[in-house]
């Protein structure tokens, strides 16, 4: 059985937003920072994110981000919870594949 992929772009934000909403049927995600400006994630159900102490991952400038996966009992898992972002300025955005 195949994953079906799901694309999105969030635009560049200086104000918290949601990269990707939880999802209990997420395999894996992809995060491509368009930017010219550092995105900053939050993995961890927080709700505020920032640049010095509430993140959990920095993406830089026309880089990316894959969400981990690890094995469970012979199942590959990955973070199902929201993901949430903000960006060092607001010049460009992010394109986000999630598959299902």
Do not use: C
Not at 4 to 22: F, K, W, Y
Not at 71 to 97: D, K, M, P, R
């Amino acid at each position: 059985m195949g994953m079906t992929p799901n694309r999105t772009t969030v635009t560049g934000s200086t104000a918290t937003q949601t990269i990707l909403a939880a999802n209990n049927a997420r395999k894996a995600a992809t995060i491509q920072n368009t930017s010219s400006a550092a995105l900053f994630l939050l993995l961890d159900g927080g709700v505020t994110v920032n640049s010095t102490s509430a993140h959990s991952v920095q993406v830089a400038a026309n880089e990316r981000y894959d969400l981990p996966t690890y094995q469970t009992n012979g199942n590959t898992e990955t973070y199902l919870g929201q993901i949430l972002g903000t960006w060092a300025s607001t010049a460009g955005q992010a394109q986000v594949t999630e598959w299902t």
